[in-house]
């Protein structure tokens, strides 16, 4: 999935802003804060909203005019509206159906394990929990064998247990050569996912690949560690004498710190610690998850 | 032709609601004591001809025809189920064409029901006012269908839309003028029943190949461009 120089205005308003990346296998995350122009976006790549300018390529043509792209979609939007008279199977049957499926019912059943949806499937999808639609939601994105997946806040309404159920699977799906994008605002969700990110803000681009990796190249925003030690008080003062460390807290045996040159850092802490015959416990990063990750991007 | 009967019986699954049978019963009842009011009067025919016209194919058939015509996919549009069909690998004209004619098969009985009940109420069913109740309420049911499906994926809130539509046009500006009644409706269904029952009508001045002709085109021109606004539209 290639999207070029992609933007789009709604009167003076610009939403997305010459965003441009190629997806590939694999789970991605669409991150942003809420206006940030995620929705805006996915909806253009799966041809639902036409680029105000730019291209969109999904296999190879644009989804909005090409029947051959959209075969190869598979979304479950945000919203919750379903055909509320439809039964979950009659639901998911459609979409084979308009698929192009050719054995409808097996990959109707197929489609149904694969959410772990059993029951009472003939009942109208109005009467049943929001989980339950939701699962109906990821069936029907999946009847079809899709190559590209688009799941917008796809865990809306699961339990805990279906939520590692569903993480799973969309793991299963990118192993096997999928591309699945993945819009959540839910960071520790998200970080489930896999580690590969596209982060928007404010409608630009403003990161994308591997979340760690994003980290690691902003060398304008300082690393804070947490070391476990004995000795804290020692080793703190060495420290920041030594200009390892620019900030310092010390919390019971703990020291949190905060480090602009953190492979110095890294090499020498060790050393610091042996001078004053201190036992290190452990050392860890502080602001390395996704969530500190997504919040100097979006600053 | 699997995809058109999947949406097909789509959308005639969501069409019958309680609602709306609720009103082509109140519309039958109505009507029944309408042509039961007729059957007194001194010209019984000429009278039942006259409420059909106006009140059944002026009013009551655009109506339910609006309500059910821009229900069947203006449903989808306003409560974004819209995206299940419309990214599907499925041609438009498919899509426009099967959700028009599930929106027909529904409006058809919902329409001759009220019709024919004023007519068999009246006593007046032969002389062609029958055949021409028929014909003409089918004629026009087609038509007004069609169109409303096209209104409800042209706008987000189409029974206001329709209700002016009805009332300014085909109920009040089309029938000053001569070149008016050409774009209305309603002047083809009015002729169809007054060529068939030999009574006249104010509204009836259209040929008797037009009345066939011009509500199957309108019909056929809906879906068309239903078809053209499927493929242009943003989809929620």
Same mark, same amino acid.
């Given at each position: 999935?290639?999207?070029?120089?992609?933007?789009?205005?709604?009167?003076?308003?610009?939403?997305?802003?010459?965003?441009?990346?190629?997806?590939?296998?694999?789970?991605?995350?669409?991150?942003?804060?809420?206006?940030?122009?995620?929705?805006?976006?996915?909806?253009?790549?799966?041809?639902?909203?036409?680029?105000?300018?730019? =291209?969109?390529?999904?296999?190879?043509?644009?989804?909005?005019? =090409?029947?051959?792209?959209?075969?190869?979609?598979?979304?479950?939007?945000?919203?919750?509206?379903?055909?509320?008279?439809?039964?979950?199977? =009659?639901?998911?049957?459609?979409?084979?159906?308009?698929?192009?499926? /050719?054995?409808?019912?097996?990959? /109707?059943?197929?489609?149904?394990?694969?959410?772990? #949806?059993?029951?009472?499937?003939?009942?109208?999808?109005?009467?049943?929990?929001?989980?339950?639609?939701?699962?109906?939601?990821?069936?029907?994105?999946?009847?079809?064998?899709? =190559?590209?997946?688009?799941?917008?806040?796809?865990?809306?309404?699961?339990?805990?247990?279906?939520?590692?159920?569903?993480?799973?699977?969309?793991?299963?799906?990118?192993?096997?050569?999928?591309?699945?994008?993945?819009?959540?605002?839910?960071?520790?969700?998200?970080?489930?996912?896999?580690?590969?990110?596209?982060?928007?803000?404010?409608?630009? #681009?403003?990161?994308?690949?591997?979340?760690?990796?994003?980290?690691?190249?902003?060398?304008?925003?300082?690393?804070?560690?947490?070391?476990?030690?004995?000795?804290?008080?020692?080793?703190?003062?060495?420290?920041?004498?030594?200009?390892?460390?620019?900030?310092?807290?010390?919390?019971?045996?703990?020291?949190?710190?905060?480090?602009?040159?953190?492979?110095?850092?890294?090499?020498?802490?060790?050393?610091?610690?042996?001078?004053?015959?201190?036992?290190?416990?452990?050392?860890?990063?502080?602001?390395?998850?996704?969530?500190?990750?997504?919040?100097?991007?979006?600053? | 032709?699997?995809?058109?009967?999947?949406?097909?019986?789509?959308?005639?699954?969501?069409?019958?609601?309680?609602?709306?049978?609720?009103?082509?019963?109140?519309?039958?009842?109505?009507?029944?004591?309408?042509?039961?009011?007729?059957?007194?009067?001194?010209?019984?025919?000429?009278?039942?001809?006259?409420?059909?016209?106006?009140?059944?194919?002026?009013?009551?058939? $655009?109506?339910?025809?609006?309500?059910?015509?821009?229900?069947?996919?203006?449903?989808?549009?306003?409560?974004?189920?819209?995206?299940?069909?419309?990214?599907?690998?499925?041609?438009?004209?498919?899509?426009?064409?099967?959700?028009?004619?599930?929106?027909?098969?529904?409006?058809? $009985?919902?329409?001759?029901?009220?019709?024919?009940?004023?007519?068999?109420?009246?006593?007046?069913?032969?002389?062609?006012?029958?055949?021409?109740?028929?014909?003409?309420?089918?004629?026009?049911?087609?038509?007004?269908?069609?169109?409303?499906?096209?209104?409800?994926?042209?706008?987000?809130? $189409?029974?206001?839309?329709?209700?002016?539509?009805?009332?300014?046009?085909?109920?009040?500006?089309?029938?000053?003028?001569?070149?008016?009644?050409?774009?209305? +409706?309603?002047?083809?269904?009015?002729?169809?029943?007054?060529?068939?029952?030999? +009574?006249?009508?104010?509204?009836?001045?259209?040929?008797?190949?037009?009345?066939? +002709?011009?509500?199957?085109?309108?019909?056929?021109? %809906?879906? %068309?461009?239903?078809?053209?606004?499927?493929?242009?539209?943003?989809?929620?």
């Amino acid at each position: 999935m290639v999207a070029q120089g992609v933007s789009k205005a709604f009167g003076s308003l610009v939403a997305v802003s010459e965003v441009s990346f190629a997806l590939g296998p694999g789970v991605t995350a669409l991150l942003g804060p809420n206006g940030a122009g995620k929705s805006t976006l996915l909806r253009m790549l799966c041809g639902l909203s036409v680029p105000t300018t730019g =291209s969109i390529a999904v296999a190879g043509a644009d989804p909005r005019t =090409s029947s051959a792209a959209r075969a190869q979609i598979g979304l479950v939007p945000q919203q919750d509206g379903v055909f509320e008279r439809d039964s979950v199977r =009659s639901f998911v049957e459609l979409a084979a159906t308009l698929g192009g499926v /050719t054995d409808i019912k097996s990959a /109707t059943d197929q489609a149904l394990e694969r959410v772990e #949806l059993d029951g009472p499937l003939d009942r109208p999808l109005g009467s049943f929990s929001k989980g339950m639609r939701q699962r109906a939601k990821i069936a029907s994105a999946l009847v079809h064998d899709p =190559s590209v997946l688009f799941l917008d806040e796809p865990l809306n309404g699961l339990d805990p247990r279906q939520r590692r159920s569903m993480i799973a699977l969309f793991h299963d799906l990118g192993e096997q050569g999928k591309t699945v994008v993945v819009s959540s605002h839910v960071l520790d969700e998200v970080e489930r996912f896999g580690s590969n990110v596209l982060v928007i803000a404010r409608g630009r #681009l403003a990161a994308q690949g591997d979340f760690r990796a994003i980290r690691s190249l902003m060398n304008d925003q300082p690393l804070r560690f947490r070391l476990t030690c004995t000795e804290t008080l020692k080793v703190a003062a060495a420290l920041v004498g030594g200009g390892l460390a620019t900030g310092i807290e010390i919390i019971g045996d703990s020291i949190e710190l905060t480090t602009v040159d953190a492979p110095l850092f890294r090499a020498r802490v060790a050393m610091v610690c042996k001078h004053y015959d201190a036992r290190l416990y452990e050392l860890s990063p502080l602001d390395e998850d996704l969530e500190s990750v997504f919040r100097y991007l979006v600053s | 032709m699997n995809q058109f009967l999947a949406i097909y019986k789509l959308v005639l699954k969501h069409q019958v609601t309680r609602g709306r049978v609720i009103l082509v019963v109140l519309a039958t009842v109505l009507f029944a004591v309408l042509g039961r009011i007729a059957r007194g009067e001194s010209d019984p025919t000429e009278t039942v001809v006259g409420v059909l016209a106006l009140l059944g194919q002026g009013l009551i058939i $655009p109506v339910i025809c609006l309500l059910l015509g821009s229900g069947s996919m203006g449903d989808w549009h306003n409560d974004e189920t819209l995206v299940y069909v419309w990214l599907r690998p499925v041609r438009r004209i498919i899509v426009a064409a099967a959700a028009t004619a599930a929106a027909i098969t529904v409006a058809i $009985p919902a329409t001759v029901l009220p019709m024919v009940a004023a007519v068999a109420m009246s006593g007046e069913v032969g002389n062609g006012v029958l055949r021409g109740t028929i014909t003409s309420t089918l004629a026009i049911t087609v038509a007004y269908t069609a169109v409303f499906t096209l209104l409800g994926l042209l706008v987000r809130k $189409p029974l206001p839309f329709g209700l002016i539509y009805v009332f300014v046009w085909e109920l009040f500006i089309s029938r000053t003028a001569e070149g008016a009644q050409r774009l209305s +409706i309603n002047s083809y269904g009015a002729s169809m029943l007054s060529r068939a029952t030999d +009574i006249s009508l104010d509204f009836a001045g259209r040929g008797q190949t037009a009345t066939i +002709i011009v509500p199957v085109a309108v019909a056929l021109a %809906a879906i %068309a461009l239903s078809s053209a606004r499927l493929n242009r539209m943003e989809v929620a």
